[in-house]
Protein backbone atom coordinates (compact mmCIF):
# COMPACT_ATOMS: atom_id res chain seq x y z
CA UNK A 1 0.00 0.00 0.00
CA UNK A 2 1.20 3.43 -0.95
CA UNK A 3 0.93 5.58 2.19
CA UNK A 4 1.22 8.72 0.80
CA UNK A 5 -1.69 7.79 -2.03
CA UNK A 6 -4.07 6.88 1.20
CA UNK A 7 -3.09 10.04 3.09
CA UNK A 8 -4.15 12.07 -0.37
CA UNK A 9 -7.49 9.52 -0.67
CA UNK A 10 -8.79 10.88 2.43
CA UNK A 11 -7.46 14.59 1.69
CA UNK A 12 -9.56 14.39 -1.73
CA UNK A 13 -12.42 12.58 0.37
CA UNK A 14 -11.61 9.48 -1.69
CA UNK A 15 -10.89 7.22 0.99
CA UNK A 16 -12.55 6.91 5.14
CA UNK A 17 -10.45 8.77 7.36
CA UNK A 18 -11.18 6.23 10.15
CA UNK A 19 -10.26 3.50 8.24
CA UNK A 20 -6.95 5.17 6.67
CA UNK A 21 -5.98 6.26 10.18
CA UNK A 22 -6.57 2.41 11.71
CA UNK A 23 -4.22 1.37 8.53
CA UNK A 24 -1.68 3.79 8.98
CA UNK A 25 -1.50 3.10 12.78
CA UNK A 26 -0.96 -1.00 11.92
CA UNK A 27 2.21 0.18 9.47
CA UNK A 28 3.70 2.49 12.06
CA UNK A 29 3.76 -0.72 14.50
CA UNK A 30 4.89 -2.80 11.67
CA UNK A 31 7.82 0.22 10.94
CA UNK A 32 8.95 0.80 14.22
CA UNK A 33 9.22 -2.73 14.76
CA UNK A 34 10.93 -3.19 12.12
CA UNK A 35 13.20 0.06 12.22
CA UNK A 36 13.74 -0.83 15.92
CA UNK A 37 15.22 -4.50 14.86
CA UNK A 38 17.64 -3.30 12.53
CA UNK A 39 18.58 -0.10 14.21
CA UNK A 40 21.68 -1.77 16.33
CA UNK A 41 23.16 -3.64 13.13
CA UNK A 42 23.21 -0.15 11.23
CA UNK A 43 24.79 1.61 14.03
CA UNK A 44 27.29 -1.38 14.42
CA UNK A 45 28.40 -1.25 10.86
CA UNK A 46 28.54 2.59 10.65
CA UNK A 47 31.15 2.04 13.58
CA UNK A 48 33.49 0.78 10.94
CA UNK A 49 33.24 4.97 9.21
CA UNK A 50 34.61 7.89 10.20
CA UNK A 51 32.11 10.16 12.41
CA UNK A 52 30.87 11.73 9.30
CA UNK A 53 30.54 9.61 5.92
CA UNK A 54 28.42 8.98 2.68
CA UNK A 55 27.22 5.40 1.45
CA UNK A 56 24.86 4.58 -1.05
CA UNK A 57 24.24 8.34 -1.70
CA UNK A 58 23.33 8.79 1.58
CA UNK A 59 25.02 11.12 4.42
CA UNK A 60 25.62 9.78 7.92
CA UNK A 61 26.26 11.53 10.91
CA UNK A 62 27.23 9.50 14.10
CA UNK A 63 26.27 11.05 17.46
CA UNK A 64 27.74 10.15 21.07
CA UNK A 65 24.47 9.17 22.87
CA UNK A 66 23.53 11.94 25.35
CA UNK A 67 24.22 12.05 28.71
CA UNK A 68 21.64 11.57 31.92
CA UNK A 69 22.37 12.56 35.28
CA UNK A 70 20.67 10.61 38.28
CA UNK A 71 19.90 12.00 41.57
CA UNK A 72 17.66 9.06 43.04
CA UNK A 73 20.36 7.81 45.43
CA UNK A 74 20.65 11.07 47.39
CA UNK A 75 18.76 11.36 50.48
CA UNK A 76 18.83 15.37 50.25
CA UNK A 77 17.09 14.77 46.66
CA UNK A 78 14.55 12.17 47.78
CA UNK A 79 13.31 14.88 50.72
CA UNK A 80 13.26 17.55 48.35
CA UNK A 81 11.30 15.50 45.80
CA UNK A 82 8.49 14.73 48.13
CA UNK A 83 8.06 18.07 49.57
CA UNK A 84 8.22 19.45 45.86
CA UNK A 85 5.10 16.56 45.50
CA UNK A 86 3.76 17.70 48.44
CA UNK A 87 3.63 21.09 46.80
CA UNK A 88 2.14 20.39 43.59
CA UNK A 89 -0.73 18.51 45.61
CA UNK A 90 -1.68 21.71 47.56
CA UNK A 91 -1.12 23.95 44.32
CA UNK A 92 -3.83 21.50 42.72
CA UNK A 93 -6.09 21.41 45.49
CA UNK A 94 -6.04 24.89 45.94
CA UNK A 95 -6.80 25.48 41.81
CA UNK A 96 -9.98 22.76 42.32
CA UNK A 97 -11.35 24.66 45.27
CA UNK A 98 -11.04 27.88 43.25
CA UNK A 99 -14.29 26.87 40.99
CA UNK A 100 -15.88 27.28 44.48
CA UNK A 101 -14.49 31.15 45.33
CA UNK A 102 -12.51 29.41 48.15
CA UNK A 103 -8.78 30.57 49.49
CA UNK A 104 -6.56 27.44 50.29
CA UNK A 105 -3.97 28.55 53.31
CA UNK A 106 -1.38 26.41 54.54
CA UNK A 107 -2.43 24.32 57.72
CA UNK A 108 0.57 24.46 59.20
CA UNK A 109 2.12 27.98 57.59
CA UNK A 110 -1.04 29.43 57.55
CA UNK A 111 0.33 30.99 54.56
CA UNK A 112 -1.84 31.19 51.14
CA UNK A 113 -1.44 28.32 48.36
CA UNK A 114 -0.66 29.79 44.98
CA UNK A 115 -3.07 27.57 42.38
CA UNK A 116 -1.55 25.09 40.13
CA UNK A 117 -2.29 26.16 36.58
CA UNK A 118 -4.90 23.77 34.25
CA UNK A 119 -4.30 22.98 30.74
CA UNK A 120 -5.50 20.43 28.56
CA UNK A 121 -3.67 18.37 25.75
CA UNK A 122 -4.53 17.40 22.47
CA UNK A 123 -6.96 14.88 22.46
CA UNK A 124 -6.36 11.50 20.31
CA UNK A 125 -7.87 8.30 18.86
CA UNK A 126 -7.21 4.69 20.12
CA UNK A 127 -7.83 2.21 17.80
CA UNK A 128 -8.25 -1.48 18.47
CA UNK A 129 -8.66 -3.92 15.72
CA UNK A 130 -11.66 -5.82 15.87
CA UNK A 131 -11.47 -9.61 15.29
CA UNK A 132 -14.00 -9.66 12.85
CA UNK A 133 -13.86 -7.15 10.59
CA UNK A 134 -17.69 -5.47 11.00
CA UNK A 135 -18.71 -2.40 8.67
CA UNK A 136 -20.88 -0.13 10.65
Excluded at 1 to 19: G, S, T
Excluded at 40 to 48: F, K, L, R, V
Aim: hydrophobic letters at 35%; a negative charge; proline letters at 1%.
Amino acid sequence: MNIQKLANDVFNEEADALEAFAQMKEYKKIFDECFKAIEASAQEEASNYDKNFEHKGYKFEQREGGKLWKYDHIPTWKELKNKLSELEAKAKASAQSFGENLATVDGETGELIERAIFTVKKGSIIVKKIQEHQNK
